[in-house]
């Protein structure tokens, strides 16, 4: 007795387990993609890009700054020869000294003052290229959130078809016994039996197709959150219906204010105008300050000490008058690309929204045909089901019918699914689908 118990208070408690690991595989669709933001390998580098960018611009920076070098040497000599034309009337009577070594230790400072707007430009080149970033860093993050939600969508719908097709299943292979039996009593032709034993085969094959796709979609979600191999998804209609609906987009507006590739490009234009006068700059000279302090000792003869020294210092590369001219025209079409890939890409967003538009408005008017079809094809099903008993209907009626009911009920099932799916395509389209779930941007 006492060892039952013990059994039973194990079973019981590997049957808590289990149900416990099973509710760890169910996520709102809210929490799978902040999973797969924390994980994804494109969020990462993308993240890494942008904190790229912000030591660049640090660097740009850093030019405004003086330039400060120390340097020191020490010189062993060997036999020196030493003339010195200044004593020349006391080398006569006093031996020169000897002459073996040399020290020097110099500090120089120079502040750039003007190098033709070079250093400015450059900081104003980093810096939008730096924004540019990290708008293509949130753009990666939507892009990760779309692919999230297609799978999440193509998932809940499998689970959902694969589970009304089951229920079919069941009901046809009862059918189908009953057929049997009334084929063994002479009541239908086997002809009819046949019949029925094929839709059973069919159901199968519509089982296995389905379970395929949920296997191999199950695994593509699994992989992008990072979970073990042998993680099995559970979608919950909850899980995915976990929103609202509200400020439905009616036209590109938002998406030429909110869109991140949009605002990444724009950057970039400016990155380019920016490149522009930099290559400009090289017609003009460079004037700085510099100033310094060296310190000299050559032992036995001679030994300088303070001795600083200020002024000012001018260069000027007379060759790229001719030179440079390149190097602009170079610099004026990658601007000149830009602006053409800023112009395609609006076109490009105004069709993009155009068609998440009316995908969602289809989806909308699909769902509410759907639910008459369903209620269409029950009642159908119903009245040839009542024939059929009667004798007033054949088999072939009786299984059309059913197949109808069956796949108006799954477009049914599905049709919210379906609607929520492309509301989300039409934020992305839209460039608000981060807002929706509240990301922390970098």
């Known amino acids: 007795m006492k060892i039952n118990s013990i059994l039973l208070f194990g079973l ?13 595989t169910s996520y709102t669709l809210n929490e799978a993609i902040q ?13 890494t890009k942008v904190t790229t ?89 939507e892009e990760i959130a779309m692919k999230v939600i297609h799978l999440y969508a193509r998932l809940y719908k499998s689970q ?34 046949l019949k029925s034993q094929l839709q059973v085969s069919k159901i199968q094959l519509s089982i296995d197709e389905i379970r395929n796709n949920l296997n191999v979609t199950n695994y593509n979600l699994v992989s992008i959150l990072k979970l073990p191999e042998n993680t099995e998804l559970v979608i919950r209609e909850s899980d995915f219906d976990d929103f609202k609906m ?33 290559a400009k700059s090289n017609y003009y000279p460079s004037l700085s300050i510099q ?15 303070n001795a600083m020294n200020f002024g000012v210092g001018i260069s000027y590369d007379i060759s790229n008058i001719l030179k440079n001219n390149s190097t602009v025209k170079i610099a004026e079409s990658k601007s000149l690309e830009i602006k053409n890939t800023h112009e395609i890409l609006l076109d490009n967003i105004k069709i993009q929204v155009k068609q998440a538009i009316e995908n969602y408005d289809l989806a909308l008017k699909q769902s509410q045909v759907y639910r008459q079809a369903y209620e269409q094809s029950s009642e159908n099903y119903r009245i040839v089901k009542d024939k059929y008993d009667n004798g007033l209907s054949d088999t072939n009626d009786l299984l059309e019918a059913d197949v109808e009911q069956l796949n108006s009920k799954i477009n049914t099932a599905l049709a919210r699914a379906n609607i929520i799916q492309k509301y989300y395509e039409l934020l992305s389209a839209t460039g608000q689908l981060l807002n929706t779930f509240n990301i922390t941007k970098i």
């Open 35 to 47: 999973m797969a933001w924390s994980n994804s390998n494109e969020v990462a580098l993308a993240n």
């Open 53 to 141: 960018s912000k030591y660049e611009l640090q660097s740009a920076k850093n030019n405004q700054y003086p330039d400060l070098k120390a340097s020191g040497q020490y010189l062993k000599l060997s036999k020196a020869s030493i003339d010195l034309k200044t004593n020349q009337d006391n080398s006569a009577t006093k031996p020169m000294p000897v002459v073996d070594q040399l020290m020097l230790g110099q500090v120089n400072a120079s502040l750039p003052i003007f190098s033709g707007f070079k250093i400015r430009n450059s900081i104003n080149l980093s810096e939008n290229l730096s924004l540019a970033e990290t708008a293509r860093a949130d753009q990666t993050k």
């Open 160 to 193: 959902k078809t694969l589970e009304l097709l089951k229920e079919n299943q069941n009901q046809a292979e009862q059918r189908t016994a009953d057929f049997s039996e009334m084929e063994k009593n002479g009541i239908i032709p086997r002809n009819d039996l």
């Open 12 to 24: 019981y408690f590997i049957g808590i387990h289990a149900i416990n690991a099973q509710e760890k």
């Open 246 to 278: 509200n400020n439905i987009p009616t036209d590109e507006k938002p998406a030429l204010e909110y869109r991140k590739d949009l605002e990444a490009i724009k950057y970039q234009e400016k990155a380019s105008q920016a490149n522009i006068k930099i």
């Open 291 to 305: 100033t310094g302090y060296t310190v000299l000792d050559i032992k036995n003869l001679v030994t300088v000490e």
